[in-house]
Nanobody, 127 residues
């Protein structure tokens, strides 16, 4: 049974930083690409950043490029999202999901394409 657990969200002022973590179990972690998504109230869930199985390839949505950094530690079955220079428009519930396929799939496909989700972690950026 695949389980995904996100953590690290919170309330931060604009310009601040947060690091999110996502741990996946019940799968062979280093066989899967991983991605971060977010969903703001009234909006669809959107891909934010993706990383391939080894961590050698990453991809970012234009809205976060240069501010967010994705990484992974396969020994810990964990993927991270370091978020810097946060803006109020980054406010959302952040989720992660695993998949087998191209590393940038999370930016090219709708959220319905992904089978496994965690409960999400809330990020709120105040102005």
């Amino acid at each position: 049974q695949v389980q995904v657990v996100e953590s690290g969200g919170g309330l931060v002022q604009a310009g601040g930083s947060l690091r999110l973590s996502c741990t996946a179990s019940g799968l062979t972690f280093d066989e899967y690409a991983m991605g971060w998504f977010r969903q703001a109230p009234g909006k669809e869930r959107e891909g934010v950043s993706c990383i391939n199985w080894s961590g050698s390839l990453t991809a970012y949505a234009d809205s976060v490029k240069g501010r967010f950094a994705i990484s992974r530690d396969n020994a810990k079955n964990t993927v991270y999202l370091q978020m810097s220079s946060l803006k109020p428009e980054d406010t959302a519930v952040y989720y992660c999901a695993p998949w087998k396929g191209p590393h940038d799939y999370c930016l090219r496909s709708g959220a319905v394409k992904f089978r496994y989700w965690g409960q999400g972690t809330q990020v709120t950026v105040s102005s």
